[in-house]
Nanobody
Framework: QVRLVESGGGLVQPGGSLRLSCAASGNIDSHSVMGWYRQAPGKQREKVVLIRSGGVSNYAESVRGRFTISRDNGKNTVYLQMNNLKPEDTAVYYC?????????????WGEGTQVTVSA
């Protein structure tokens, strides 16, 4: 059984920061890519950023320079530092574990954590 458990979401003002964490349990050794997708109301779920176990990352252009992903391979834990948050960042953020870089490669998904950016 694989579980991904997110934490760290909440309400923040524009320009503020949040740090999300995702702890994976179970065997995800074959899923070397972890990271985050998000889904805003009425929109498609979209990639935020993914990171391979070796550290290579792949950011959406909308968050590049503002968000930073990191991971602890030994703990199978991934983090997302979100700075200079904007209202358009408001979404449910989902942790993922994937075999590759594409959405179809992501076999495991967390339940999601709400991030709301509002004054």
């Amino acid at each position: 059984q694989v579980r991904l458990v997110e934490s760290g979401g909440g309400l923040v003002q524009p320009g503020g920061s949040l740090r999300l964490s995702c702890a994976a349990s179970g065997n995800i050794d074959s899923h070397s890519v972890m990271g985050w997708y998000r889904q805003a109301p009425g929109k498609q779920r979209e990639k935020v950023v993914l990171i391979r176990s070796g550290g290579v990352s792949n950011y959406a252009e909308s968050v590049r320079g503002r968000f930073t992903i990191s991971r602890d391979n030994g703990k199978n834990t991934v983090y997302l530092q979100m700075n200079n948050l904007k209202p358009e960042d408001t979404a449910v953020y989902y942790c993922v574990a994937c075999r590759g870089w594409h959405k179809s490669d992501c076999a495991y998904w967390g339940e999601g954590t709400q991030v709301t950016v509002s004054a």
